[in-house]
């Protein structure tokens, strides 16, 4: 079953970069936990729920015209999914933050995501995952 965590983890980066809350709670336990590493976005939340995924998905909107994971490797954990990749934001200033290291650890169990957690740094989503360098 975890190729099919892999795949559900690339159908999770596509309606990540899109913003489709829909499709992201299509693919989400509707006990799901999120969290980010953008203090802007979480105000230091864990997102909770479907309703959760909605309103990580606004407060995204407000932040960031566009974003989206660049050149993403996966690494099939079992249960969890592990991608390391470089990030891109375009901010509603019109800054721009671009390659820099991003990634994220997905859990998944019965083809839903339980919990979703993104990172800024490959190091500390490898440590999260319980792997080392």
């Known amino acids: 079953m975890s190729q099919e965590n892999v795949e559900l983890s690339l159908l999770m980066i596509e309606a990540w970069t899109r913003r489709d809350a829909e499709a992201l709670i299509a693919l989400s336990d509707p006990e799901v936990v999120g969290s980010a590493p953008f203090e802007e976005i979480t105000e230091g939340v864990t997102y909770r729920g479907h309703d959760g995924v909605r309103q990580y998905c606004e407060n995204l909107a407000e932040l960031s015209e566009e974003n989206r994971f660049e050149r993403v490797e996966l690494y099939d954990l079992g249960d969890q999914v592990l991608g390391l990749g470089r990030i891109w934001f375009r901010f509603a200033s019109g800054v ?18 339980i919990e979703s957690r993104l990172f800024l ?11 080392r360098e």
């Open 96 to 113: 721009e933050l671009g390659d820099r290291e991003g990634a994220f650890l997905l859990t998944w169990r019965n083809e839903k995501c």
């Open 121 to 131: 740094s490959h190091a500390g989503a490898r440590e999260a995952a319980g792997l």
